[in-house]
């Protein structure tokens, strides 16, 4: 059993009303999640005596706090934990997906979750299918049931591709998420950020209004010729929302500030590089020539001959890395040394290329020594 907390701030804390407020205020509710954790260990009965329990906190971010072991007993204080948990965000699908891959080999698997389920990261729904789908029950024991903050306005994400091309119009999507029932009135700033340099992403600064639930909000962003690594930052500042009575009421008391940016980060890459091993120089030139015109100059080709690639596996793979697309012309094996075919081989999968299919890679290693490697590219 692993025991999945929520420990969030949009858990309201529940102090004690008799202690003084000069005193150390106990969380109530804190104390009651505590001794649930404790007792239902020490209360599984005896056919359970060999269960293994496990303790999963999460916020933003999952960590796993006691690893599923035998334990005969659990005396669990939320302040003797070890993790600095991010407060201001609710990744229930994280902790989920945490818990599934923390499960040891060949036992029965049972996810306890505390939560008050307000989730603003992930897709709970999502990991609960494939924990069902993998014969995990899921209990749930509800913190807070329904209490939820409608004054609450985040900034969900930022998505743009992780990777792109220089020069590109890069698309860039701002998600904010309200759960105030009305609509809420403020500013969205986008900026970009690379070599320490913050530039908004035009049209921002915008006024934006914000209804109830997911809205996304559209960008793009030119980007220079040049192979760059960007940050992009989004910033929402709440300034009104919207009354009983239809008018305007300025402010959003309860809105928590720390939910209110989103950050990303884009790679714009330089001109991609084909290579081609080919046996004499100019061999392959109608090949080289279709590559060039088919791809509009996106690609830079260059060819090469087996006498001049690098002879050590190490020398070789640094000069692979320089490409991304490797193509053999019809080079007879006995022209590449073992050492080379092992790399050229291995740098496939290992730098992230798409593989050849295992019979081709049969067929490249049988043929090593008599015959010519067979047609392929690697990319």
Not at 21 to 44: G, M
Not at 78 to 94: Q, R, V, W
Not at 119 to 138: D, K
Request: charged share 25%.
């Amino acid at each position: 059993v692993l025991f999945v907390i929520d420990r969030s701030f949009s858990i309201p804390v529940e102090f004690d009303s008799t202690a003084s407020p000069d005193s150390n205020r106990i969380d109530r509710r804190t104390e009651r999640v505590e001794q649930f954790i404790n007792d239902a260990v020490q209360l599984r009965g005896t056919a359970h005596k060999y269960d293994r329990v496990g303790l999963i906190l999460f916020g933003r971010r999952p960590r796993l706090e006691l690893p599923a072991s035998n334990a005969p007993s659990v005396n669990f204080k939320m302040k003797d934990a070890a993790s600095n948990i991010d407060g201001n965000y609710t990744d229930i699908a994280a902790a989920i997906k945490l818990a599934l891959a923390s499960f040891p080999e060949g036992t029965g698997k049972r996810i306890v979750l505390v939560s008050d389920g307000n989730e603003n990261l992930g897709n709970a729904e999502e990991q609960a299918r494939i924990a069902r789908l993998n014969g995990v029950q899921i209990d749930v024991v509800p913190l807070a049931a329904g209490y939820k903050n409608e004054n609450e306005v985040l900034v969900q994400g930022v998505e743009a591709p992780p990777k792109t091309e220089q020069g590109s119009r890069l698309p860039i999507r701002v998600l904010i998420r309200s759960y105030n029932p009305r609509m809420v009135y403020g500013t969205l700033i986008l900026k970009q950020i690379t070599d320490g340099e913050t530039v908004p992403v035009a049209p921002s600064p915008i006024k934006v209004r914000v209804p109830p639930g997911l809205t996304p909000f559209a960008f793009k962003q030119p980007l220079v010729n040049q192979q760059k690594s960007y940050t992009y930052q989004a910033i929402f500042q709440p300034e009104a929302v919207e009354n009983e009575k239809g008018g305007i009421t300025v402010g959003l008391e309860g809105d928590r500030v720390q939910n209110n940016s989103a950050t990303t980060h884009v790679v714009a890459m330089g001109q991609r590089r084909i290579l081609v091993i080919e046996q004499t120089p100019g061999e392959h030139q109608l090949l080289v020539d279709r590559l060039k015109v088919m791809s509009n100059s996106k690609y830079k080709v260059h060819t090469i001959t087996p006498a001049r690639l690098p002879e050590s596996k190490d020398d070789l793979g640094v000069f692979l890395s320089n490409y991304d697309c490797v193509i053999l012309a019809n080079v007879p094996a006995e022209m590449i040394n073992g050492d080379q075919q092992e790399m050229l081989r291995s740098n496939t999968p290992a730098a992230g290329r798409a593989p050849p299919s295992r019979r081709r890679c049969r067929s490249i290693a049988t043929s090593s020594r008599s015959r010519s490697w067979p047609r392929a590219a690697w990319c």
